[in-house]
């Protein structure tokens, strides 16, 4: 097939892929929106969950403000008791998960062909970056609900920085397929980038995850939770959850990252001549690395444990959006490869 | 839950409670060092030092591109120069980013000896003991089984070993810890921080960088003197240099039709040494010449014109290629031809563009270039006569021309040449446009802690990899002999476990560990406990 209609053809695979995803996260607001009154039920079907909580012994887990124990896992601890389940909102939530899965599998398509249209990797440029690293976040939101560390009604959260994220692709970064410039031709791109791209996605659903946490546990704080009605917060699982979901991220994501900024180094070396040379980019990538290795330090630290961390969480996923965009179009270096 | 011994699992240091009646001032620094050894003190400087780097980042540098820097003092003269006195348009080489990077290094290394010593005592040491009540740890399990006491903790100890456990079997029970590499890797990333500091020192004391320019055709010997453009490290020795030499044959370049480019590559010949035989090789974009520790990259690239000048006499008073400077990416490129030697009369010197595709503007009549490659060439000057300014001893451009004591040929008309064109000067002499070569610039750079940087930033990773994934963790068994337990008639084996992050991931290792020891006979002492 000739390369511009496989070109085109990517093109429209990638609009499908954002009608999928846009309708996911209305499935999934859909799921939170129609069960209101939110009970936190211990699980009774969870015996190790119980074993810890029996014991009194579990270091971070603190006490629901309304006195009960909080939950200690996501999956089955935010389920209304068995009946109460109304049928559509179960349908709303599953068919919003298949609607994900189906349109990752789309947005799949839409970059293999596109690095078919090209005839090379398609992560050549920040249009194919953007998709490329939306897909990743995506992809790493269904590995967490499949091993059980993220709730799935969290979609609705997560689809909404990946829909941005494409539909900015699709049309302030659009370029049609082309080749590579020269410097840029080299069998790092499938190294140095797609490390790069791998451990953007997970960052980018780490923020996601951190900002969610503040928002519970600001609710969390507040003195009389049950009065204030249905709020986002009593919507979300619970926080030791979601700060234990957002710190396996970014423990997966984080040598990822340094192994990227290690990659691009060697390159420039190849390329440039020199391995480092505080261009634009690669002083934001190492702004990035010192703030999520900040992140990593702060949970381990006496008074940065909890909403502190998550700060610098967001900081730091703020500052990997500086990285991609804000250097790569206001700044002009060695690296402007839009 | 108190920390006992048995259950404190934290690598850090131990707080040391202050020495009653000591001297105040090696209390203070005690104090100090401590207080910038801590993990909050860390946690500060690695704010400061991404802060630190934000100007840099958003303001021109010197190190990157100087030309920015002046354009931005020129146009901010106000606020331009307290920036420079910041230091900002230098940030990292400034004194205060190498201060809160090296302060950083210090809080490192100073807790890096502590916690090296602590995790060496701690491969050495053995399991602590069995903690009297195991229910109270945060997973445990119980059951009963009518197997001697000795048997089952046999069975266990071969199993936690097989596990790659560290077991320790005392008065009949089992004590176990494993995941000491979380902390060997925390400790390899840390030191390699330390080894990555140490590569780059010595790459910017010992190491050099120059930049040549090279004319198709001519050839170019690694030695101070013959660089265009040299930024040696404080302690560089020139005779360190790589004596290596290259002919430039040809540079190609290919571009899209849009005006992109798509390949570079510059054929040369080149030797390692001044008796050594050349040999041939393309440099390109990705693939510099590496001989033995320099390296010289293609990094640019332009036009340059062939011109013969004849003076008024008739003589040639110049003959060669001059380089021009592009301007633009479609490779208009700015021209200065001086001829200081003619035989007869003034200095004379030319000053205009050259234009691979050539296009003009019929309204303005300015020369414009459609695209980098030399389908329709024209050289586009205007002619000067008088005093060049070379005589007088100050140091000038030799792209520049100082037209102060110039006076423009023929009312400064500008005369276009094609490849072959001869222009009759007015007041004597002729320019001849004999035709278009190019010019490539290479950057020769040596530096003797590239290995050291870049085994450190493997270990780096490698330490990271290890440390976020392993856990620390410790299990007991214990096998009471029918009689002791709260069950007269049988066995009673205890278990117990606990980790320092991951609870969950842990208490499935865990029950997976008591659902291989107890034998499917067994009976629960405890109800409910599944």
Not at chain 1, 13 to 33: E, P
Request: proline content about 8%; charged content about 15%; glycine content about 10%.
């Amino acid at each position: 097939m000739p390369d511009e209609i496989l070109g085109e053809l990517s093109d429209a695979l990638l609009v499908v892929t954002v009608i999928g995803y846009a309708l996911a996260m209305l499935g999934f607001a859909a799921d939170s929106a129609i069960n209101r009154a939110r009970r936190a039920v211990p699980a009774a079907a969870d015996a190790e969950p119980a074993a810890l909580l029996a014991t009194g012994a579990v270091r971070a887990t603190p006490l629901d403000p309304r006195g009960l124990p909080a939950d200690p896992g996501l999956a089955g601890a935010d389920t209304p008791p068995p009946g109460s389940v109304t049928p559509f909102r179960a349908r709303a939530a599953t068919i919003a998960m298949g609607l994900t899965a189906g349109a990752a599998l789309i947005h799949v398509a839409s970059v293999v062909l596109r690095g078919f249209a090209a005839g090379r990797v398609p992560w050549g440029n920040m249009y194919e970056f953007s998709s490329a690293v939306a897909l990743t976040a995506v992809v790493a939101f269904l590995v967490l609900v499949a091993r059980g560390t993220v709730d799935r009604r969290l979609g609705a959260f997560v689809m909404v920085p990946v829909v941005l994220y494409l539909g900015l692709a699709a049309t302030v970064l659009y370029t049609p397929a082309g080749p590579l410039v020269p410097a840029l031709d080299s069998y790092w791109i499938k190294i140095h980038v797609a490390a790069a791209i791998v451990a953007s996605g997970a960052f980018l659903l780490s923020g996601v995850l951190a900002v969610l946490y503040l928002l519970r546990s600001r609710h969390d704080e507040r003195a009389d939770p049950a009065a204030a009605g249905w709020s986002l917060g009593a919507a979300l699982p619970s926080a030791v959850a979601l700060d234990r979901a957002s710190y396996a991220v970014i423990a997966f994501a984080f040598p990822i990252w340094t192994f990227a900024v290690i990659a691009g180094a060697i390159w420039a070396e190849a390329a440039w001549g020199r391995y480092w040379g505080w261009d634009p980019k690669e002083t934001w990538s190492f702004i990035t690395w010192v703030l999520y290795a900040g992140y990593l330090h702060a949970r381990s630290t006496a008074g940065w444990k909890g909403r502190k961390a998550a700060w610098v969480a967001v900081a730091a996923a703020i500052a990997l959006i500086i990285d991609y965009y804000v250097v790569n179009i206001f700044v002009v270096g060695l690296h402007s490869y839009a | 839950m108190t920390l006992l011994e048995e259950t404190r699992l934290s690598t850090a240091p131990a707080p040391v409670p202050p020495r009653p009646g000591g001297r105040s001032f090696r209390t203070t620094l005690r104090r100090g060092w401590r207080q910038l050894t801590s993990m909050r003190t860390a946690l500060l400087l690695l704010f400061l030092l991404a802060l630190a780097a934000v100007p840099g980042s958003f303001l021109p540098q010197r190190g990157l591109n100087p030309l920015q820097v002046q354009d931005y003092i020129k146009a901010h003269p106000d606020l331009a120069p307290w920036l420079d006195r910041l230091s900002l348009f230098d940030v990292f080489a400034a004194p205060w980013f190498a201060a809160v990077y090296l302060l950083l290094f210090v809080s490192l290394i100073g807790c890096l000896g502590p916690r090296i010593r602590l995790h060496a005592r701690a491969l050495r040491a053995a399991p602590p003991r069995v903690p009297a009540v195991l229910s109270r740890l945060p997973v445990s399990d119980s059951w009963q089984t009518t197997q001697p006491p000795e048997e089952v903790v046999d069975v266990a100890e071969k199993a936690l070993r097989a596990a790659r456990w560290r077991v320790v079997r005392r008065e009949g029970a089992l004590s176990a810890e494993k995941g000491y590499l979380r902390e060997t890797g925390n400790l390899l990333f840390h030191l390699s921080l330390v080894g990555l500091l140490i590569g780059i020192a010595l790459g910017g004391i010992f190491g050099f960088k120059g930049t040549v320019l090279v004319k198709e055709g001519e050839g170019f010997a690694s030695a101070i003197l013959n660089y265009d453009d040299i930024s040696p490290g404080r302690r560089f020795a020139p005779d360190r240099l790589v004596p290596f030499h290259l002919r430039l044959k040809d540079f190609r370049a290919t571009y899209r039709d849009s005006g992109e480019a798509l390949t570079f590559a510059a054929d040369i010949d080149w030797a390692p040494g001044p008796d050594a035989e050349t040999r041939p090789y393309t440099v390109r974009v990705n693939h510099p010449l590496s001989s033995g520790g320099a390296k010289a990259y293609l990094i640019g690239h332009g036009y340059s014109v062939q011109v013969r000048v004849r003076d008024a006499a008739g003589q040639v008073a110049l003959q060669e290629a001059v380089p021009c400077l592009p301007q633009n990416p479609q490779f208009l490129s700015s021209c200065v031809i001086k001829v200081p030697d003619p035989s007869t009369g003034q200095q004379f010197a030319f000053e205009g563009v050259f234009t691979p595709t050539t296009v003009q503007d019929p309204v303005t009549r300015r020369v414009g270039s459609l695209h980098p490659a030399p389908d329709l060439p024209v050289l586009t000057v205007v002619g000067f006569r008088g005093d060049l300014g070379i005589d007088s001893g100050t140091p000038g451009s030799v792209y520049q021309l100082d037209t102060s004591r110039l006076t423009p040929m023929g009312a400064g008309a500008a005369q276009q040449l094609a490849p072959g064109d001869t222009w009759r000067l007015p007041g004597g002499g002729e320019l001849t446009l004999v035709g278009v070569e190019e010019w490539a610039t290479f950057q020769v750079t040596q530096d003797p802690g590239k290995l050291i940087a870049l085994l450190a930033g493997m270990g780096m990773v490698a330490g990271l990899c290890l440390s976020l994934s392993v856990r620390r963790r410790r299990f007991w068994l214990r096998a009471l002999p029918p009689g002791q337990g709260p069950d007269l008639g049988s066995t009673v084996v205890q278990a117990g476990g606990l980790s320092r992050s991951d609870s969950e991931a842990f208490a499935r290792e865990f029950h997976a560990l008591t659902h291989v020891l107890r034998p499917p006979t067994a009976i629960d002492p405890d109800h409910g406990k599944a």
